[in-house]
């Protein structure tokens, strides 16, 4: 299974972005799909997630109400909608894959950057 995420870029605040992740190697709707981001000098934080039939999404408090996680499992896509930007949103964003059975995340794409400059 590999997860590669893209669509970061620089963006001024309030602006809006959009992620996405592809995941290659299984069915999408076998997983649980998360975004993590990890700011500079900060530990890696859970920012949103969505359950295999996009039934159920979870957010940080922190990102309630500005972003949106969906999917599209016959794309094995998922996305994560950012909007109303903040400078202390910047960090690598990276999407991850829970199958249904385990615990925990266990595959992780490679991270795309989010600057948003004020």
């Known amino acids: 299974v590999q997860l590669q995420a893209s669509g970061g870029g620089l963006v001024q605040a309030g602006g809006s972005l959009r992620l996405s992740c592809v995941l290659s190697?299984?069915?999408?709707?076998?997983?649980?799909i998360a975004w993590f981001r990890q700011a500079p000098g900060k530990e890696r934080e859970f920012a949103a997630a969505?359950?295999?039939?996009?039934?159920?999404?979870y957010y940080a408090d922190s990102v309630k109400g500005r972003f949106t996680i969906s999917r599209d499992n016959a794309k094995k896509m998922v996305y994560l909608q950012l909007n109303n930007l903040k400078p202390e949103d910047t960090a690598v964003y990276y999407c991850?894959?829970?199958?249904?059975?385990?615990?925990?995340?266990?595959?992780w794409g490679q991270g795309t950057l989010v600057t948003v400059s004020s």
């Open positions: 190697g299984a069915n999408l709707d076998d997983y649980a």
């Open positions: 969505i359950s295999w039939s996009g039934g159920t999404t």
């Open positions: 991850a894959a829970r199958h249904g059975t385990a615990t925990g995340y266990n595959y």
